[in-house]
């Protein structure tokens, strides 16, 4: 069936799925190879260099040779040919846009792909950076689906009809059942756990496995974390994408930080995922730590076919930033080369921001719309007339929803101010200034208060407000935010570091 | 394979009963486990329990399968979420719920009464909710869940607070508010101090929040697992 509808494509777009150029006779071959005898090196080489080499050369703007074309040169070996048409597809939605039919197969292949991991019957030890980009791309094909599939406006019959048939194919259920497959059947969380207490190794060994087993599953499972993080957010529900993050800890560094792409994805959507939980802190942190890791090192990305990506990510966080400082203003928690770069980007829009008049509310929405991921719809469409587009229903939810928060904190930036002016001030003078009656003054100081005392994910409030205060009967007394000089975290680290040195300098032997 | 693992549950035979919270942690993307989640809101409003996980996770289903949602339980769920408070539970809930459902008339006055309480308005909060008794008091605990969210921004806010502010947040006036505060003096430490002419004015107790003193403490702790860090190099 699919040869037949390939041959007729040929025809259709003149080019020839069946033609295989002899470089990618010997790439297939030699990938074939190297998986069997588990060269990872070579693996990773010919997966991030030659294979996008290729791709250059021969198939710019085609796909590359049907897998039924290569399956001859690599013994018609099942797995490989599951792998080959993940980087096929991949390719695909990269470079040009997908039929519903190609989604659909694509979809299959997914799923035959991961049975086959699931059912631990896969031998092989491939690249952290192969195996982070099937969980990637298996969630943006997801993410492309839902959008597609929401703009039923101009949808043929036959589009409308095959939608109707394979109702299964990238069905919400099936995505996230699989992704929560991946992470229970490799154990991964388990794995973690007797790591810290020294009984597993995982993280020490890059993931890889070294007692002649397969790291494909385990990995995969690592990964999926980061992927149901990403299917959450998508779906607006922050609370539960974070809990699937849990088992990893990004307060130190572990395979996800192996994949720079898993690293950004990783921490944007933590950072987003605190943002919308008004957690601004916690934001503001990852988000200062992996914009300043982007800046040291993406000059080594350059050459790489992520660089791109890497920018995009690194832009949008930085209007992340600028918002969770405009809703939260910080002396002390962003480093001086973030720093700048932001007052470069953002610094003007930051303090139009934080006057919160009409054109403030106006920089909010721009500067979210841009930095916000591409929200879904996860449910089916509805076949009846009239029929409508709704994908962009999701996005426009989730910014109404930040729009109305930002909103509620319009009147604390004024307050803010006088704040940082008086030690202390009657209510009554207060209310004069500000231009409202007392009451009215009251509930904004109680604004300020519950906005600035957020609630952590074990349910314990802290305050993230740099100026405070509090109120004895009807006057208010401000605190003053004087950085606590934390003696006892000052040492600590000190200590460690001279313990370092001491054994560096220990171990260097002198001639 | 969630479809399976669910009907083996159902029929586990004289044993461990699954409880929802097992069905959410471990079979969460399951739209069979629907009901019982369904039921579980019911539940937590008759027996004034609650449930973050497990009604985002019947939130999540109804997105997924939007002909399946239930009006009266995401009222439910929302006014728990609000008794919650000051957790963010209410946005929470409010991300998952399609926009044309919440311009539904009774989730437009929750958004409005959520509103009123995030900014600190309790007098228009106990009003609209005077005039909402039939959504609120569906939900047992509701008020004094408010009341006690309403003491929370207080102590946040106030080391001495007159007792006209606290009467209008918590809603309690004349006798009742003795009595409260007869309780309050006993339990939880407040203390009532007569006014030169301006009325009682309540003393909260200080806690880091309302006290820069105690702020101070806090601040400069390090955690326990930082300081055995260097136990090895101590020894």
Known sequence: MANDEERLQAQDLGYDPNFVPDPVKTFVVHLYRHIREKNVYEIHQMYETSFQTLSERFFKDTPWPSVDAVAQYVDNDHVFCLLYREMWFRHLYARLTPTLRQRIDSWDNYCSLFQVVLHGVVNMQLPNQWLWDMVDEFVYQFQSFCQYRAKMKNKTEQEIALLKQFDQAWNVFGVLNFLQALVEKSTIIQILEQEKEGLEQFTSNDGYDYNGGSNVLKVLGYFSMVGLLRVHCLLGDYHTGLKCLEPIDISQSGVYTIVIGCHITTIYHYGFANLMLRRYVDAIREFNKILLYIFKYKVYHQKSPQYEQILKKNEQMYALLAISLSLCPQSRLVDETVNSQLREKYGEKMSRMQRYDDEAFAMYDELFSYACPKFITPSAPSFEEPLVNYNQDAYRLQLKLFLYEAKQQQLLSGLRTFLKVYSTISLAKLASYMEVDEPTLRTILMTYKHKTHAVDSAGKIISNADVDFYIDDDTIHVVESKPSKRYGDYFLRQVVKLEKVINEMDSIKLE | ?235
């Open chain 2, 1 to 235: 394979m969630g479809r399976e693992a669910a009907a083996a549950a159902e029929k586990g035979q004289g044993g461990t009963a699954y409880t929802v919270e097992q069905l959410v942690a471990f079979n969460r993307y399951n739209p069979d486990i629907l009901p019982d989640l369904e039921n579980y809101v019911s539940d937590q409003v008759s027996s004034q329990t609650y449930s973050l996980e497990s009604n985002l996770c019947l939130l999540r289903l109804y997105q997924f399968e939007s002909e399946k949602m239930s009006s009266q339980i995401v009222a439910r769920i929302l006014v728990k979420a609000l008794m919650a408070m000051p957790a963010p539970d209410f946005s929470l809930c409010l991300f998952l719920i399609p926009e044309r459902v919440q311009m539904e008339e009774q989730f437009k006055t929750l958004i409005v009464l959520s509103h009123y309480l995030e900014t600190g308005r309790f007098r228009q909060f106990w009003d609209g909710a005077s005039k909402s008794r039939h959504i609120v008091e569906a939900v047992p605990g509701f008020e004094q869940a408010i009341q006690g969210y309403a003491i929370h921004v207080l102590s946040l806010t106030y080391q001495k607070i007159p007792r006209t502010v606290l009467a209008e947040a918590i809603n309690v006036e004349g006798l009742s508010l003795d009595k409260f505060l007869e309780h309050q003096v006993e339990n939880s430490g407040w203390v009532i101090e007569k006014s030169q002419g301006k009325g009682q004015l309540i003393v909260l107790p200080r806690n880091e929040f309302n006290d820069p003193i105690l702020k101070k403490n806090t601040a400069d702790s390090a955690p326990l697992e930082h300081v055995t860090r260097i136990f090895p190099i101590l020894s």
